[in-house]
């Protein structure tokens, strides 16, 4: 992350700890609907939509070698295989053979030379080429070998992170990621060390907004994250794709000497030894990141009402045997503050389906909730959306890499304004 970019987020903490008001600028905004987490109709649209979405599937060590392959098997009935070729390029195809449409593996990885489909033995080369058919005589004389390769998907490596997308017409991925390719540079090279998952009864979307404010802190974590942030000074931007960036300063934080370490040192150490920085990289992984790693949570849609959540303790790399025991340790305090976050998910589901209930109101605070929301239609396109789910894109004048998008550093609260 540029110095410049550090000494803008310590302005806007001081920003935050100061105000008393939301900014004059800030829309009253219109509560969302919340048919959006359990409408089936409005669901598939989403599910759709998130097929041309850049999506996290692992870190290159999960390939170590020439015809390693990891499948995730995550959009709906979409199922896609990563594999590293003879050339050591990783590659994604939907794991669906091309002659009756079977998974050619139901492994989760492993190492080939040749992909074999376990249903009558076609081999595919690892670039996805047809290389031999089985009893050949039998089919007819115009299949063309050539012509059938298994279908490929948009594969492509940042800093070490796997990401594919479904869509042909995808955008390049540093496009995608926008203004966080310039800033997460920490990410280069990190490595699981610890991993843990759950499934919960409820829309994707109540479980990740439920993370992406801090607002909750006092009452959710009284004996673990609100002991260590203080959720007054946290400060929020957000981004053309539907990412945005939240840095919540320590508990206890100090702006004269936090920015007094930034000057006269490494001014990304400065800021992440003083606050937590966390992207949402949209549509749906959190990256809560500290001096010593970051843990990398994912909330893939299953169902309307039902979400697998995981997350990764993510650490420079080791080198060889196991990772440090403190990373379990660090997995399981994560561990500890994901059962206190998801236990209001549910029930949170159940209330908004009850039909009792106007919408989800939102704050200045928790305008990255808004933001999900509003980019979600956009993903989707607005006109597809019904018209009673839509969110109206209020936020525009708060998206920093919007084409003539003016920062005012002075913003004002309310009060203060309508004191002048
Ligand atoms: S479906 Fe794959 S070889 Fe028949
Ligand atoms: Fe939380």
């Not at 059938?148 to 070490?160: A, D, E, M, P, S």
């Not at 206890?252 to 030894?273: I, M, P, Q, W």
């Not at 440090?324 to 500890?336: G, I, K, L, S």
């Amino acid at each position: 992350m540029k110095r410049k970019t550090v000494f803008e987020i310590l302005d806007q903490v001081d920003y935050e700890f100061a105000r008393s008001g939301p900014p004059a600028d800030f829309p009253d905004l219109p509560r969302i609907p919340a048919a959006r987490h359990f409408d089936p109709d409005f669901f598939a649209l989403e599910m759709e939509a998130i097929r041309s979405c850049w999506v996290i599937v692992g870190t290159v060590h999960e390939w170590p070698e020439n015809g390693s392959y990891k499948v995730i098997d995550r959009w709906g009935t979409a199922s896609v295989i990563v594999v590293r070729g003879d050339d050591g390029e990783l590659r994604a195809f939907y794991n669906t053979c091309q002659h009756r449409g079977a998974p050619i593996t139901r492994e989760e990885c492993g190492r080939v030379n040749k992909l074999r489909c376990q249903w009558h033995s076609w081999q595919y080369g690892l670039d996805g080429t047809l290389v031999n058919i089985p009893g050949r005589r039998d089919f007819h004389d115009d299949l063309d070998m050539d012509s059938v390769r298994l279908n490929q998907v948009g594969c492509q490596v940042w800093r070490g992170f796997v990401f594919v997308n479904l869509d042909p017409e995808a955008p390049d991925l540093v496009d995608w990621l926008g203004p966080v390719a310039d800033q997460a540079v920490w990410f280069d090279g990190l490595r699981t060390a610890a991993r843990s998952e759950m499934v919960l009864n409820c829309n994707w979307k109540i479980c990740i907004e439920a993370n992406i404010e801090v607002y909750h802190v006092t009452t959710v974590h009284p004996t673990t994250v609100a002991r260590g942030l203080d959720y007054r000074g946290s400060a929020h931007e957000l981004y053309e794709t539907g990412h945005s960036r939240m840095v919540v300063p320590r508990l206890k934080y100090d702006a004269e000497s936090t920015r007094k370490a930034a000057e006269e040192g490494d001014a990304f150490d400065a800021l992440v030894n003083n606050s937590n920085v966390s992207f949402l990289l949209f549509p749906f992984h959190l990256t809560p990141s500290g001096a010593d790693g970051m843990t990398l949570q994912t909330f893939w849609p299953l169902d309307v009402d039902k979400t697998l959540l995981e997350w990764w303790t993510m650490v420079p790399d080791w080198g060889d045997g196991d990772p440090p025991a403190w990373t379990q340790e660090r997995n399981d305090y994560f561990d500890q503050v994901m059962d206190e976050d998801t236990e209001s998910n549910e029930p949170v589901q159940r209330s908004l389906q009850a039909g009792a209930f106007p919408g989800i109101l939102t704050s200045y605070h928790e305008r990255r909730i808004y933001h999900h929301e509003a980019a979600v239609d956009r993903l989707i396109g607005i006109d597809k959306v019904p018209e009673e789910l839509r969110v109206p894109q209020l936020l525009d004048h708060y998206i920093v890499d919007r084409p003539g998008y003016g920062r005012e550093p002075d913003r004002l609260p309310s009060d203060a304004a309508e004191a002048d």
